[in-house]
């Protein structure tokens, strides 16, 4: 008897004839931002207070995912995970957000990753823009440099080649920063593994824009011609270089182009050009700009000849910044966050829901929406299955394939579940599964909202003795109503679950 054939290979067989049929595997371009909430963008959020046509039409042309998440609620944990399809609390420091000279690398040598993965398909792999998985600077010594303060970046010898970057975990080349290039004492570009023009002095914050969102600017040393307000326009100009140089090689091969900006991340320093433009302050025209660059990185695909085989995915790293989103909706009457509640850092909805955005002409419906459950831990697996990459049983252990969403094949649920992490890492850990959503501790698990401005942002607790949170988000999808006490069945149930999959180290089977 002939063995039935697993639906993971009848995937995987039907993904290579359908890029056989177009002549190749699909180029893949994955645009992700920086503190963009689901709020921010019109397609998502009607009331939103500043235009989004770009990615506006870059949703008309693909399929919106409206229930994505972050796996994480903060920058360094969803980068990781996003790279390597595993939940980052389940690796030593997996809740460490990385600052200046910090690290090293999360990536633990010879893991899997998904650029990895992709050159060993024959993907030209390039990354432009923001890395912040930590790196090893070494000081004149030779010792490393794992700590990210003012006084260890003082102690950097940049004529050393930096350990534990891109270039180290699948990447052909890569231009970009540390971490956050206007917040995090290092400020200066990255080459490949070299700072080329390393920085020469410390940073004159009474030379930056003054504005209300403009506060988070760390003390640090600035190498010559680091220009924070056009940083993304030039990480821009990388991206189209290398997507000309790709439409030009000979025997043109497959390419995946990581595009991580620093927008909308406070400061909120947009570009001069459109400085004043959204008519919804300082990060207002910060959210225009990012909007603009999705558009010109459309433009670049169409004018070199690559928008037609070419996937592309936009999302963001976690929900608005607390401080941005509260300014913003204060001034300006613009929720990043709207519907849900929570912001950055957050366990709730608004600190991890984001905008999931995919555009593959002539696989991927125009105009679809997907209520599926999906996270960013799953693109590893998508591109597995889109390109016939074999997973290994200790890889991506977190991710899911897509792919049958992305066909509009989907019968039912991919996932089983999904787990979040908020700020605290491991001790702050979520678990939804359909409806339900359980919070494996009390509050927000990440904001402090009995302080300053945070206040105005907070709701009071159902139950705020209670040592977890239980919701129903299709009744209750702002969360104010914490059922933990008045379904304990579910609690009990989900908490094991969480408990199983911690303990076994994997969700994916």
């Known amino acids: 008897m002939t063995a039935p054939v697993r639906p993971l290979v009848v995937l995987c067989l039907w993904a290579g004839a359908l890029c056989a049929a177009a002549g190749g595997q699909p180029n893949v371009l994955l645009i992700l931002a920086d503190d963009l909430g689901y709020g921010d963008v019109r397609c998502y959020n009607p009331e939103s207070k500043v235009p989004t046509p770009n990615i506006d039409r870059l949703a008309a042309a693909g399929l919106r995912f409206t229930d994505a998440h972050s796996p994480a609620t903060v920058c360094t944990p969803s980068r990781y995970a996003l790279m390597t399809g595993q939940m980052a609390f389940r690796v030593p420091n997996g809740g460490t957000i990385f600052q200046g000279a910090g690290g090293p690398s999360l990536i633990a040598p010879g893991r899997l990753t998904l650029p990895a993965m ?6 030209a792999t390039a990354a432009v823009g923001k890395w912040h998985i930590g790196l090893t600077f070494r000081d004149l010594a030779g010792l490393p440099i794992h700590r990210g303060r ?3 970046v003082s102690r950097i010898d940049y004529s050393r080649r930096i350990e534990g970057g891109p270039l180290d975990h699948g990447f ?3 231009f970009g920063t540390a971490c956050c290039p206007t ?3 290092i400020y200066a570009f990255i080459d490949g593994d070299r700072i080329p023009v390393p920085p020469k002095g410390p940073l004159r914050r009474d030379s930056l824009p003054r504005h209300p969102y403009a506060n988070d600017c760390r003390s640090g040393f600035i190498a010559p011609g680091f220009d924070m307000q056009e940083l993304d326009l030039q990480l821009l100009e990388k991206s189209r270089e290398f997507l000309a140089q790709q439409a030009r090689r000979p025997a043109r091969k497959p390419f995946f182009l990581y595009h991580a900006t620093q927008a909308v991340h ?3 320093f947009a570009g001069k050009d ?8 300082p990060h207002g025209d910060f959210l225009a700009e990012f909007d603009h660059i999705v558009g010109e990185l459309m433009r670049a695909l169409e004018q070199n000849g690559l928008a037609n085989n070419t996937l592309v995915l936009l999302s963001s790293d976690n929900g608005p910044e607390t401080t941005a989103a509260i300014r913003m909706r204060a001034d300006h009457g613009h929720d990043g966050a709207r519907p849900w509640r929570g912001v950055k850092r957050d366990a709730w909805e608004g600190g991890h829901r984001v905008p999931l955005i995919v555009r593959w002409p002539g696989r991927v419906k125009p105009g679809a929406v997907s209520d599926q459950l999906a996270s960013l831990t ?3 697996a998508t591109m597995a299955a889109i390109t016939g990459a074999e997973l290994p049983k200790d890889s991506a252990e977190d991710s899911f394939s897509l792919l049958p969403v992305l066909a509009g094949e989907a019968t039912g649920p991919i996932r089983p579940y999904l787990i979040t992490q908020a700020f605290g890492g491991a001790r702050t850990l979520s678990l939804r599964e359909g409806r339900w959503k359980y919070i494996d501790h009390a509050g927000s698990g990440g904001n402090n909202y009995e302080r300053g401005d945070v206040k105005s942002y907070a709701l009071p607790e159902a139950e705020p003795g209670a040592p977890a949170q239980l919701y ?5 999808p702002g969360e104010k109503t914490n059922l933990y006490a008045k379904r304990p069945d579910i609690a009990k149930a989900m908490k094991a679950r969480l408990d199983q999959s911690v303990a076994a180290g994997r969700s994916r089977p």
Do not use: C, M
């Open 266 to 268: 406070l400061p909120s």
């Open 150 to 152: 003012l006084e260890d």
């Open 118 to 123: 992709l050159r060993q398909k024959g993907y």
């Open 274 to 281: 459109f400085q004043g433009k959204s008519g919804a302050g």
């Open 472 to 476: 129903d988000l299709v009744e209750d």
């Open 183 to 185: 917040t995090d004492w």
């Open 378 to 380: 799953d693109v590893i």
């Open 172 to 174: 052909d080349r890569f």
